[in-house]
């Protein structure tokens, strides 16, 4: 009978605390998205669903989430090819410094996200390092414009900040891979690509396909990098919400829009949880 | 061990707090020296807080002046619709927000017989109406400017005429402008909308926003970046990233300091602008002190730092015994009449939300 | 030779895409040197300038200051919340466990931008005015879900036989909790700590929208961002990197370390 009481006492604390700051935080902008606002953004308790029919209506709304949906993507897939290499690399082929290379792919996950959108700027402005030094060189004569202020620009950095999170779910996949396995596969006279191709890429797919899933909803999520290093065509579905919350003001429609894209990234983790455990109990059933 | 010191380093923190939060309660009395140890919060445009005019103020009375920057007009409404009252002492709203924030009662009435400069600053500022009611005046006049075309005279040699200058292929990817609705106005002066009526440019029916919006997607190839801060602004400059761009006089006035070659004009389809005032935030905890600052601003020696800072127009035509001749020409100020008879002066837009989203669409626009 | 080709491709291309997520520390780190303030190639001349230039720049050592202040206080806030819960979810069976299991989770899965303007929403409604305070609030909410799940591992690692024997030996709950459990998870909670001092200093997409006008560190830069490039910013940068890495090798070895324990 204490024990009853023991358990929740401890968990009350945070129970209430998550309650309070958490749920009722997003209870409240589900509610505030079925409300209006004035044109100075002051919100109205007046129930509706305008800014949903807006959302799906006007198309700035819904192609900005389509494209932002796509560059996340790109981002997502480039990540996930400049992960593998890395992550087989370190899983398969290192045995004496092992600790050391996984620290190096952990230790820039850490690094400050701001400071590194901040160094990509200064590397591929018009005055540059990145320009400077092919001037430099000599191997072009004139600045390239399309580094900065551009698509380009923050898909790179994105894709800077986002590989530690997608090669660490890979390189735990690979580690997971018996040796065995791959040394049987060479055995049979399978190549390296073989190898790789048929045995490691199956069974690594879970952690590929958590990976994956990471760069995509932090690049959906991710507001800073297109302000900061886009151009005059970079809009993320996020800086319609920044916007909508700040200097356009219309919090009701913010939270629609906010809680749209909730809802689209709670699928894409449901759907990709569902893989995962698909291609995971896949990998059981083979030995 | 370790962890000891951490405990002690926030309990440290915590008295650190709430000896803070005692700080800024005692501000209440009147005596000079009260004030000592209070911060006076300024939430205001770029330049409106720097230490040039703040420092002889926090030596006077003992304070410390902070001004944080916003960067557009919305950013401010809602800045201080999310309880703004408890953070800001002071906003600089400009002539489109101003008499909205009477309205919704986010701003406290001035005390004119308090504010020293109050009987000299401009007549024409002093008796707009937007922001009086119930016989209250709730703004002080503080300065005005143009949102004109700026440029790199290094690269443009000729004084461009008009804005058409940014749409010329010449300058493809070199033009930079204001992440804001006013791009809208400006379009809309391109297109001629407001030659009999300078209103209509904050009251677009939906075909002249279409109108607007079709002429800002065609600039797009023409631009670097939309610019949030006159910050920005100046390192687009700067790095050479642009040429030209729609800016403030803040903008030239800081590049120049710096040894470049930057020009402003006022095309011949003509600038919008706008008039910024001082006001006091509804439940400012430092609502004493702020009104003191404003009496202070309002003094012609400060105003005329204002105006060396900023190069904006200021509200106190006596500041120009205060200031460089070249300056007194840059800010117009014994000309008063030049901007009200070359600028269109932002107003409040009845439907700014519809504006706020035909801007996203252009952004959006491919 | 093909299959020599072929082996020598996969460290070639390890080595690459290592080189181009430490290209830009490098930079930021050798360009704090950099006497020059523009940021171009080749370096002219190298100094300290730009680490004088930064302590002299008052709002960004008062956003240092803020920083620290935010992250400590909502670090041992978090420990307090969520040590206790996580050790009940991991010893017991309740009402909801489920529910709070996945809630937990929320502040991690879901995009920080939603739960910054869910908060900038509600906190106003309650009582918290936008202020550092409600920054600490937000940062303890995310932090609380980091330390669950990291002690949660942990706690999955004891030895069951060993809270066992405390409670045969007639300890009391709390007593096996302090004398037994702890003892056994400080490395994990130590690193814990470390993990979540340097998330709260980085933490950007909450701290954006509940901030008013004191800054914690990644505003204020974001802030000198967007009025210009200072290349003070790589000398903060510089040493903000030279800290965190510090703590995290130190939070990773302590983890390590903590493994070998129970062998």
């Known amino acids: ?287 | ?366 | 030779m093909i299959t020599q080709f072929k082996s020598g491709l996969v460290p070639v291309a390890a080595l690459a895409v290592i080189t181009f997520l430490y290209f830009p520390l490098i930079i930021i780190v050798l360009y704090s040197f950099n006497a020059d303030s523009v940021s171009a190639f080749p370096i002219q001349s190298y100094s300290l300038g730009w680490y004088s230039v930064m302590l002299q720049n008052d709002s960004l050592l008062a956003a240092v200051k803020n920083s620290i202040t935010v992250a400590i206080v909502a670090t041992t806030l978090a420990l307090i919340v969520g040590l206790p819960a996580a050790y009940a979810m991991h010893k017991y069976d309740f009402l909801g466990k489920k529910t709070l299991e996945r809630i937990v989770l929320m502040p991690i899965t879901l995009p920080g931008i939603v739960t910054g303007v869910a908060m900038l929403s509600f906190f106003p409604l309650v009582g918290v005015r936008l202020s550092l305070t409600a920054v600490t609030i937000g940062h303890i909410t995310f932090l609380s879900a980091i330390m669950i799940t990291q002690l949660l591992a942990r706690f999955k690692q004891l030895d069951p036989f060993l809270e066992q024997a405390g409670y045969d030996l007639g300890a009391r709950p709390l007593r096996v909790f302090f004398v037994v459990i702890i003892p056994n998870v400080k490395t994990a909670i130590i690193g814990a700590v470390l993990l979540c001092l340097v998330l709260s200093m980085d933490e950007i997409p909450v701290t954006f929208f509940l901030i008013a006008r004191e800054n914690t560190l990644p505003i204020e830069i974001y802030g000198m961002m967007r009025r210009g490039i200072t290349p003070e910013v790589n000398a903060i940068s510089t040493l903000v990197f030279t800290v965190s890495a510090i703590a995290i090798l130190l939070s990773i070895r302590l983890t390590e370390q903590n493994q070998k324990i129970p062998k």
């Open chain 1, 1 to 287: 009978m204490k024990e009853v009481f023991v358990k929740y006492r401890l968990v009350l604390p945070l129970s209430l605390w998550l309650l309070i700051f958490l749920v009722l935080p997003y209870v409240f902008i589900l509610t505030q998205s079925f409300l209006a606002s004035d044109n100075f953004g002051q919100v109205i308790y007046d129930f509706n669903i305008d800014s949903y029919s807006k959302f799906f209506t006007n198309s700035l709304y819904y192609t900005t989430l389509l494209r932002t949906l796509f560059i996340a993507v790109v981002v997502a897939t480039t990540c996930v090819f400049l992960s593998i290499p890395l992550a087989y690399f370190i899983a398969f082929r290192v045995k004496k410094y092992k600790t050391i290379l996984y620290a190096l792919i952990v230790l820039p996950f850490w690094m400050s996200y701001i400071v590194r959108a901040y160094a990509w700027k200064i590397i591929l402005g018009q005055n540059g390092i990145l320009n400077s030094f092919m001037m430099y060189v000599g191997i072009t004569e004139e600045p390239l414009e399309f580094l900065l202020y551009s698509n380009f620009s923050v898909v790179i950095c994105l894709v800077h900040i986002f590989t530690p999170f997608v090669a660490i779910p890979i390189y735990t996949a690979f580690e997971q891979i018996p040796k065995a396995l791959v040394e049987a596969s060479k055995d049979l006279g399978a190549g390296s690509w073989t190898t790789l191709w048929k045995v490691i890429l199956p069974l690594g797919l879970p952690g590929i396909i958590s990976g994956g899933t990471f760069a995509l909803v932090l690049t959906m999520g991710d507001f800073l990098t297109p302000v900061l290093l886009g151009g005059p065509d970079t809009l993320f579905i996020s800086n319609i919400v920044q916007n909508l919350f700040g200097t356009s003001n219309d919090k009701p429609m913010g939270s629609a829009v906010g809680i749209l894209m909730l809802i689209l990234i709670l699928i894409l983790l449901e759907y990709s949880g569902h893989m995962e455990r698909k291609y995971a109990s896949f990998k059981s059933k083979s030995y």
């Open chain 2, 1 to 366: 061990m370790k962890m000891y010191l951490k405990i002690a380093l926030a309990s440290c923190a915590i008295v650190f707090f709430s000896c803070e939060k005692r700080g800024s309660e005692n501000t209440n009395t009147k005596e000079k020296k009260d004030f000592k140890g209070a911060t006076l919060n300024i939430l205001c445009w770029e330049g409106y807080a720097d230490e040039q005019f703040t420092k002889s103020f926090e030596e006077e009375f003992g304070v410390k002046v902070k001004g944080t920057y916003f960067g557009s007009s919305d950013e401010l409404v809602s800045k201080l619709q999310s309880g703004g009252g408890s953070s800001y002492d002071i906003v600089s709203p400009s002539s489109d927000v101003a008499g909205y924030l009477v309205k919704a009662g986010l701003v406290d009435p001035v005390d004119p017989s308090k504010i020293s400069g109050w009987d000299n600053l401009s007549p024409l500022l002093k008796n707009m109406q937007d922001v009086v009611k119930d016989g209250q005046v709730y703004g002080m006049p503080f300065t005005w400017g143009p949102d004109y075309l700026v440029y790199n005279a290094d690269v443009i040699q000729d004084e461009p005429t008009s804005w058409d200058i940014f749409f010329d292929p010449q300058y493809r990817g070199k033009v930079a402008i204001w992440d804001d609705i006013s791009n809208i106005y400006l379009m809309g002066q391109v297109l001629g909308m407001d030659k009999e009526d300078p209103s209509v440019l904050y009251n677009m029916t939906e075909d002249q926003l279409a109108l607007a919006k079709a002429k800002l997607i065609d600039l797009k190839p023409q631009l670097r970046k939309y610019w949030a801060t006159a910050g920005e602004l100046d390192n687009l400059f700067k790095n050479g990233e642009v040429v030209m761009a729609v800016g403030w006089p803040i903008t030239p006035a800081t590049l120049n300091r710096q040894g470049m070659n930057i020009k402003s004009t006022i095309p011949k389809e003509g600038a919008t602008g706008w008039i910024d005032r001082l006001m006091i935030v509804k439940g400012s905890e430092n609502a004493e002190l702020a009104q003191l600052w404003l009496d202070y601003i309002s003094k012609p020696q400060n105003m005329a730092k204002v105006a060396e800072v900023t190069t904006y127009s200021i509200a106190n035509p006596n500041a120009a015994k205060h200031m460089s001749e070249e300056l007194q020409k840059l800010t117009y100020i014994n000309d008063m009449d030049y901007y009200h008879e070359n600028l269109n002066f932002w107003q409040p837009v009845p439907n700014r939300k519809r504006y706020n989203e035909v801007w996203s669409e252009v952004k959006n626009a491919n």
